[in-house]
């Protein structure tokens, strides 16, 4: 049990002895230490994201559109932090990587049980991405937890349905309505999601280049090129295939 007499500063609020003590390079080289910082900082933003997308759930779930708005604004902010953290690891030279790479063992980013359950969350239910958890053992209690529930576009359609207001009927109308603008929300994600996978496959072919394997087993950036056009939300982007066809 803590002592609230206890005086509380900045390091023991945030446990920063704790903290900083968990970068441990197993090589000599210098650059290691940014490749861990870079991927543990990248952990802890998943963390996040995964804490918001289960108050985004909640507030889909009590059909409250401006809540859901809201959570959807800064899942959108997350995502483009985690994203402009791999412009670090862009300064690391393959020579310097190559250097240290060994040291990594089997790690892989495809071992991250916390952006799996992301993407099982967001909605990825494709027969390649299943057999994908599968290929390292039983799937994570965290991820399968995610895919039990319906998928985000399950639950915004859900909403929809609450309101009395069919999905076409948000492209049309004199003014957009906050339901209009949560569907770009998700879009929005969908998109940072994208720009995120397409920057992680440039970032490994610079690196590592287009044809060398990944640490982890996997095809490396070759196996990241199958993952970008992955949709969350399907039925979002072919309303619009509708609406314009039908305007035609």
Known sequence: ???????????SYLALNELLGLQRPRS???????FIVVHQASELWFKEILHE?????DAFSRHEAEFALFHMGRINALMRIVSAQLSA?????PQHFAE???HLGTSSGSQSVQFRAIEAVSGLREPHFIQVLQEHGPIPDLVQRALARPALQDYFLDLLKAHETELEALYTGERP??????????LEYEQ???QWRFAHVQLVERVLGPHTGGTGGTLGAKYLSRTIDQKFF???????????GSAG
């Open 100 to 102: 240290f790479r060994r």
């Open 53 to 57: 997308l289960d108050l985004l759930i």
């Open 234 to 244: 399907p039925a979002l982007w072919a309303v619009r295939a509708r609406f314009y």
């Open 89 to 93: 690891l862009e300064t690391l030279p």
């Open 192 to 194: 940072q999601f994208g």
């Open 28 to 34: 000599p080289h210098p650059d290691e230490l940014l």
């Open 177 to 186: 309505s906050t339901l209009f603008f949560l569907a770009e929300a998700l």
């Open 1 to 11: 049990m803590s002592d609230d007499r206890t005086e509380v500063n900045y390091g």
